[in-house]
């Protein structure tokens, strides 16, 4: 299992963010908009090993200080967004549903008799 990658990013001019290792860096959004200036909650889908800042990151923000994007990282984190992801297949690390019961209609063994 793995956690879903997060970083908190600056944007300071279109087409480019500076990420948290203080490198320049190229980004695109999947609208292909650019992000206004600011601060921004970066986060990658599940299970994607890329470290690009492509159309499959999510970027919520902007804000006006790190602190403030920082706090939208804390507040997925403590609601259970950010738990562990699980490098199997969804068919597979999930359990399916278990099956609707039919109610008012008796059958199989047991069964009361039908009214007459």
């Given at each position: ?39 921004y909650f970066a986060l990658w889908p599940r299970r994607c090993g890329s470290g690009q800042y492509d159309a499959r990151v ?21 609601l259970g967004l950010l738990d562990k992801v699980s490098s ?29």
């Amino acid at each position: 299992m793995q956690l879903r990658r997060t970083e908190v990013v600056r944007v300071a001019s279109p087409g480019f963010l500076v990420n948290s290792a203080g490198k320049a860096c190229r980004y695109t959004t999947w609208t292909g908009w650019s992000l206004d200036d600011g601060y921004y909650f970066a986060l990658w889908p599940r299970r994607c090993g890329s470290g690009q800042y492509d159309a499959r990151v999510r970027f919520y923000g902007p804000t006006a200080t790190e602190a403030q994007a920082k706090f939208i990282e804390v507040s997925a984190r403590a609601l259970g967004l950010l738990d562990k992801v699980s490098s199997l297949p969804r068919s597979v690390a999930q359990p399916k549903p278990a099956r609707r019961a039919v109610f008012g209609v008796a059958s199989g063994a047991g069964a009361a008799p039908a009214p007459a």
